[in-house]
C-alpha cells in the first residue's frame, strides 16, 4: 500500500505544480487512474465495482485525502476508535501537503526532477508512520478482520489480472488474423501508404512570431 499511496502522491504533486505553471501534465489525472483501478479490462460503461472493489479504493490514498478508509468501517470501529484514526487520517494528510509545498518551492528553485523522487520516498515512509499508528488503534480481532479484507482483495487483483492478460492476448492475435486479412485485401503501393499512416514522421519545425521556432509538431 506504501508504494501506491507515494505514486499517487508525487503523480498529483506533479501535476499540481505543471497547472500552476500553465503546462498541461502528461500525468494521469486522478479520475482516469481511479476509472483505470476499477476498470483495468477497459470495460467503462459495463464494469460496476463490487463491494470489494470499493473498499480497496475509497479512501486508501488517506495520506493524500484524510478520509477514513471505508475498509475500517466495516469491522467494527467504536466511535471513540473511529474518531481516533479520523485524526490520524487528517494528520497526515496536513503533513503531506506541508511537505508538498517544501517540494515545490524546491522544485520551483532548482528545477531538479529528483525533487520529486526524494518526496515520493518520504510520502512513502509518512504512510508507513501513520499506517503503524492506526493499526495500534485496532484491536486484535479487528486487525484479524482487516487481513482477511486485505487477502480477499490481492486474490481479486491477481486472479483479475491473469483473466485481462489473457484476454489481452487472445484479442492481440485476433487483430494479428485481421491484419493479415487486410494485407490480402491491399497492393504493395496501398501497404506502403497504410504503413506511412502507422508510422508517421514528425512533422519539421514551423517559424512562430519574428522567425522563432515553436517545437516539433509530431503527427499521431
Known sequence: MFRKVAVFAVTMMIAGTLFAEGQKPSQPTVRNMMAESNDPGGLQGEYRPSPLDRLNTNGANYVY?????????????????????????????????????????????????????EYGTKVQELAKQYDDKIMDALTDEQKA????????????????????????????????????????????????????????????????????????????
Open 145 to 220: 478482520a482487516l487481513k482477511k479484507i486485505d487477502e480477499l482483495i490481492k486474490e481479486q487483483q491477481d486472479k483479475s489480472n491473469e483473466i485481462y492478460q489473457e484476454a489481452h492476448k487472445k484479442v492481440a492475435e485476433l487483430k494479428k488474423q485481421y491484419d493479415e486479412k487486410l494485407g490480402g485485401l491491399l497492393t504493395p503501393e496501398q501497404k506502403k501508404i497504410l504503413d506511412d499512416m502507422m508510422n508517421p514522421k514528425p512533422v519539421p519545425q514551423v517559424q512562430g512570431g519574428e522567425g522563432k521556432p515553436v517545437g516539433d509538431v509530431v503527427a499521431f
Open 65 to 117: 485525502t484524510g478520509r477514513l478508509p471505508d475498509k475500517f468501517k466495516v469491522i467494527g470501529l467504536t466511535d471513540e476508535q473511529t474518531a481516533k484514526i479520523e485524526a490520524l487520517c487528517k494528520e497526515a494528510r496536513d503533513t503531506m501537503q506541508e511537505m508538498g509545498k517544501q517540494v515545490r518551492e524546491t522544485y520551483k528553485q532548482t528545477r531538479d526532477p529528483k525533487v520529486y523522487q
